[in-house]
């Protein structure tokens, strides 16, 4: 692989005018080479060996996309159901940047290493997007601005590669009292790709960011996901993630409390079959007094498929009055499917109120007859309790439109 991964960033940046950027990619591509993909000798990866899913499912991988070449955007696939800003990533290339609905002033874009890029140096992923990521792309919400409307992120793939690492990353910065609402979309048209995106959030004091990422496209790629999230005071972050169409995804949160009565709030759906893999890895840092977060993944599975999830709350040793919440559940439809839960609590506070869970089981064959004794057949009660047991999470969306959008994707309107 190191031949390889050497000849494709020669190919890729081989007239290169920053200098800075390109040493920066450069340390990063020596540190991806030196660590390789994650394995299970890795604890944050013990339930998803991503090299050996690598190997299984795509083999040798390209790492060079020809980002000179200019992509046409698919129109077919931008949402109509709603009036939204966006960003369209092609192969990993963003190819439009379009906040037609705001006030121009309001919303800056620029190009530049973010200064928090440095901070995993441990992640080799995180190493292999900064190595590759052809432009880095910054986005400021200025003082006191909320976005009228929300910003998609499209990630679309198109049939011209296959086999082929696709990096992309952006960072955003929200200043004082101002509002950002995104949702990722993934769209697809060519099988066997390793997709890697990175995103870095600051946030000011009374800044709100909404995040909701959307995998419901029916693919063989292999993705993986990390949010970086840096929260000052009396700040809040949602996340929500819907987590059902790739063959394999890992989305990955770290969530830095930093200030006082800043909060963080992640709510996650696992609906999977045919032998999918998927997992969520959250690691929420309370590191001041008077901080919450509160954390709610769900799993549905069936068809040999598989989900993990990670959570960890962290409490410093002067993060009194902490209140960290953390619960996972999953329903296992048939004896070939797996979950796993690592539920962590890691606390140096003694002030403080922070609980976590987990369970798993079939679904009651009680509620099933009483169902069906109403006049359900099988299929339909079956359906039902599954519905019932997700809207639990989605209603935490404090979002209407979107909340409106994902039942609408998910049948359950």
């Known amino acids: 692989m190191e031949n390889k991964i050497k000849t494709d960033f020669e190919k890729a940046f081989k007239n290169f005018p920053l200098k800075e950027e390109l040493d920066f990619k450069k340390n990063n591509l020596e540190n991806f080479i030196k660590k390789g993909f994650p394995g299970k000798k890795m604890e944050s990866w013990k339930f998803s060996d991503l090299n050996q899913i690598i190997n299984k499912n795509l083999g040798e991988l390209n790492f060079y996309t020809d980002h000179v070449q200019k992509n046409l955007i698919d129109t077919s696939l931008i949402i109509k159901n709603f009036e939204h800003n966006k960003i369209v990533f092609i192969n990993g290339k963003i190819e439009e940047i379009d906040f037609n609905f705001e006030e121009k002033d309001k919303i800056q874009v620029s190009k530049g290493l973010s200064n928090q890029i440095n901070s995993f140096k441990g992640n080799s992923l995180l190493s292999l997007n900064n190595a590759f990521c052809k432009n880095f792309y910054n986005i400021t919400i200025k003082t006191n601005y909320s976005m009228?409307?929300?910003?998609?992120?499209?990630?679309?793939?198109?049939?011209?590669?296959?086999?082929?690492?696709?990096?992309?990353?952006?960072?955003?910065?929200?200043?004082?009292?101002?509002?950002?609402?995104?949702?990722?979309?993934?769209?697809?048209?060519?099988?066997?790709?390793?997709?890697?995106?990175?995103?870095?959030?600051?946030?000011?004091?009374?800044?709100?960011?909404?995040?909701?990422?959307?995998?419901?496209?029916?693919?063989?790629?292999?993705?993986?996901?990390?949010?970086?999230?840096?929260?000052?005071?009396?700040?809040?972050?949602?996340?929500?993630?819907?987590?059902?169409?790739?063959?394999?995804?890992?989305?990955?949160?770290?969530?830095?409390?930093?200030?006082?009565?800043?909060?963080?709030?992640?709510?996650?759906?696992?609906?999977?079959?045919?032998?999918?893999?998927?997992?969520?890895?959250?690691?929420?840092n309370h590191l001041v007094e008077n901080t919450k977060s509160y954390q709610l993944i769900k799993s549905v599975l069936e068809d040999k498929s598989k989900s993990a999830y990670q959570g960890k709350i962290y409490v410093n040793p002067e993060a009194q009055k902490t209140d960290g919440y953390q619960l996972s559940k999953c329903i296992l439809l048939d004896k070939n499917t797996e979950f796993n839960a690592k539920p962590e609590l890691e606390i140096y506070a003694d002030d403080v109120k922070c609980s976590h869970g987990s369970a798993s089981g079939s679904l009651s064959e009680d509620s099933i007859f009483y169902l069906r004794s109403r006049g359900l057949n099988y299929k339909q009660a079956k359906k039902l309790l599954i519905r019932g047991f997700f809207l639990d999470v989605i209603e935490k969306i404090t979002d209407e439109e979107v909340k409106n959008y994902i039942k609408e994707i998910m049948e359950f309107n």
């Open 148 to 284: 009228k409307k929300p910003l998609i992120i499209y990630h679309m793939i198109n049939k011209d590669i296959s086999l082929t690492t696709v990096n992309s990353q952006l960072s955003f910065y929200l200043e004082k009292n101002s509002l950002l609402k995104i949702i990722d979309i993934y769209d697809e048209k060519s099988e066997k790709n390793f997709i890697n995106t990175f995103y870095n959030f600051s946030l000011k004091e009374n800044a709100i960011l909404k995040n909701f990422k959307i995998d419901n496209s029916q693919n063989n790629n292999i993705k993986y996901s990390f949010n970086n999230i840096e929260q000052e005071q009396n700040t809040i972050s949602e996340t929500f993630i819907l987590s059902n169409g790739s063959k394999f995804l890992k989305n990955e949160i770290n969530c830095n409390l930093k200030g006082k009565y800043s909060s963080a709030f992640i709510n996650g759906i696992f609906s999977l079959n045919t032998d999918k893999h998927h997992e969520i890895r959250t690691s929420v």
